[in-house]
């Protein structure tokens, strides 16, 4: 039905079947089912109370597991597909929640250094509650919360800002801009990149180069003479400006 469709009648196919199918988890599934049980409610509850005990999170169960439970509990014409509803893309719908978060932070835990978890909002309550239920099975891992790619997006304004001020100040000074702005900067804080040969990958080049070479190489990146001898441990420049009579300038590597 949906063949040929696109943009908003696609969407509107989509979300009319949405609203038709009355999608649920599995879970909620079997338990609708136990419920309209032509059985008494002493019955009903036994059921329940058996399918909540095999089924609850911290179970982690399976859905082939669930499937041989909910036979076990006599309900042989108990539908659910989970591929019916996956997206246009191909995904697998998932019923997101805070107690979702923990069942992951515990499958992972064992295999990373820190778990992350994310909201469309910061929210103190859902975030103790993923800590605490975190932490009830892995004690040790670390947490975080809403805030790795706040790094990541400081970073890219701090890149956009930086490199848009220096092509207009590169525009009006030209190469004294980049001698203040940046090399100097780098210098005085200490930033490893002023030595920039060796983060372009020249350093291993030039290994390359020597060892199919016997040892030696006239085209070496790296080497006396080279830029990258400028940027020793520390050295003694002459006439530099601002930096004194005699001064000494240390750019230490952090690699």
């Keep these: 039905m949906a063949a040929s469709k696109t943009g908003r009648v696609l969407q509107a196919l989509k979300d ?6 009355q999608l649920k988890t599995f879970s909620k599934c079997v338990t609708d089912s136990i419920k309209n049980m032509n059985a008494g409610e002493d019955k009903k509850r036994r059921r329940l109370n058996e399918w909540m005990n095999h089924s609850s999170f911290n179970k982690c169960l399976l859905n082939e597991q669930g499937c041989e439970i909910a036979e076990r509990l006599v309900l042989k014409n108990l539908f659910w597909n989970r591929d019916l509803p996956r997206t246009l893309q ?3 719908r998932f019923k997101g929640l805070v107690m979702a978060a923990i069942i992951r932070g515990w499958a992972f ?27 009830s099975m892995q004690l040790e891992i670390m947490l975080a919360y809403r805030f790795c790619w706040q790094f990541t997006l400081a970073g890219f304004h701090a890149d956009a800002l930086e490199i848009d001020t220096f092509a207009k100040d590169f525009t009006r000074r030209g190469i004294l801009a980049y001698g203040e702005r940046i090399q100097r900067e780098e210098r005085n804080n200490g930033v490893d990149t002023l030595a920039h040969q060796k983060w372009s990958g020249a350093n291993y080049y030039d290994r390359y180069l020597k060892t199919v070479q016997g040892g030696i190489s ?36 952090r690699m």
Aim: with cysteine.
């Design 16 to 21: 009319n079947w949405l609203a038709m199918a």
């Design 90 to 92: 191909g995904f697998y």
């Design 218 to 253: 006239s085209t070496a990146v790296m080497g006396e003479g080279l830029t990258e001898e400028q940027f020793k441990e520390s050295w003694t420049r002459q006439g530099a400006v601002g930096l004194g009579e005699g001064a000494v300038v240390v750019a230490k590597a």
């Design 109 to 135: 835990a064992p295999h990373c250094d820190l778990i992350w978890m994310e909201t469309s909002s910061p929210n103190l309550v859902e975030c103790t509650k993923f800590a605490k239920g975190v932490k």
